[in-house]
C-alpha cells in the first residue's frame, strides 16, 4: 500500500523553464513533507520542508506548495537548470518536524535540457 | 558538514550467507537509519535506533537485524541472505528535527 506516490517517472524540462513534480498522499496523519534530490552514485540530500499549518514555502528557486484537502504537494523550480537534473523523493511523516518515520514516494526523474 | 559513510560501495555476496553492511556518522547523532531503495518503490525503511542499543522495526523488518553497540556506528545485518534481498541499501543519520543526511549507498548483489 503505497502511502506516497509520485505518479510520473520521469520528467523532461527545458533549461529555463519552470519544473512542477507532484506528490499525492493517502494518509491524512501526514503532518510534515520533504523533498529529497538524488544524483546518481550519491545518497538522497535534503532539499525543502513543509508543515501542514502552512500552504506554501519558498526557498530561493524552490517552492513547495501543499493542498491538505486534496493531499497533494508540488515542487516547483524556476527557472530550472541543468544542474537540477537528478532524482527527486517527496517524503511524509506524522508526528511534526520532529518524526523519525519518513514514508517516500517512488521518486520523479527530472531532465533539464539545454 | 555531516558525514556519513557507508563501508562499502559494492558487495556481491552469495545466498545463504550473513551480510554485514556497516554505517558510521561523525556528527553525534542519535539517530540512524537502514533504508533501501528499488525502482518503482522509493526509499523504504527496515529498521532504525534512536539511541545505542536502541532499535525500532520500519515498514520492511522481515530478514534483516540490526546493531548499534556504539553511537556513531549503525550496522544492517542479513542473516541468510537471499536474491530477493539485491538492493541499493542506504543509511542516514540525524538529530532531534533535523532533515536525515543520507550516506552515499551501497549496492548489494546477491546472487
Known amino acids: 500500500d503505497q502511502q506516497v506516490k509520485q505518479n510520473s517517472p520521469s520528467l523532461s524540462v527545458q533549461e529555463g523553464r519552470i519544473s512542477i513534480l507532484n506528490c499525492d498522499y493517502t494518509?491524512?496523519?501526514?503532518?510534515?513533507f520533504l523533498w529529497y534530490k538524488k544524483y546518481p552514485a550519491e545518497g538522497p540530500t535534503f532539499l525543502i520542508s513543509?508543515?501542514?499549518?502552512?500552504d506554501k514555502n519558498e526557498d530561493g528557486r524552490f517552492t513547495v506548495f501543499l493542498n491538505k484537502s486534496a493531499k497533494h504537494l508540488s515542487l516547483h523550480i524556476v527557472p530550472s537548470q541543468p544542474g537540477d537534473s537528478a532524482v527527486y523523493f517527496c517524503?511524509?511523516?506524522?508526528?511534526?518536524?520532529?518524526?523519525?518515520?519518513?514514508?517516500f514516494g517512488q521518486g520523479t526523474r527530472l531532465t533539464i535540457n539545454p | 558538514d555531516v558525514k556519513v559513510t557507508q563501508s562499502s560501495r559494492y558487495l556481491v555476496k552469495r545466498t545463504g550467507e550473513k551480510v554485514f553492511l556497516e554505517c558510521v556518522q561523525d556528527?553525534?547523532?542519535?539517530?540512524m537509519f537502514w533504508y533501501r531503495q528499488d525502482p518503482g518503490l522509493g526509499l523504504r525503511l527496515i529498521y532504525f535506533?534512536?539511541?545505542?542499543?536502541?532499535?525500532e522495526k520500519g515498514d520492511i523488518p522481515e530478514g534483516y537485524s540490526v546493531s548499534r553497540e556504539k553511537k556513531e556506528r549503525f550496522s544492517l545485518i542479513l542473516e541468510s541472505a537471499s536474491t530477493n534481498q539485491t538492493s541499493m541499501y542506504l543509511c542516514?543519520?540525524?538529530?532531534?528535527?533535523?532533515?536525515?543526511?543520507f550516506g552515499d549507498g551501497t549496492r548489494l548483489s546477491i546472487l
Open positions: 517524503a511524509a511523516t506524522s508526528g511534526g518536524q520532529g518524526a523519525q518515520k519518513l514514508v
Open positions: 494518509n491524512s496523519m501526514f503532518d510534515y
Open positions: 513543509i508543515s501542514s499549518i502552512k
Open positions: 556528527m553525534d547523532h542519535e539517530n
Open positions: 535506533s534512536y539511541d545505542v542499543k536502541m532499535k
Open positions: 542516514a543519520s540525524n538529530s532531534g528535527s533535523q532533515p536525515q543526511h
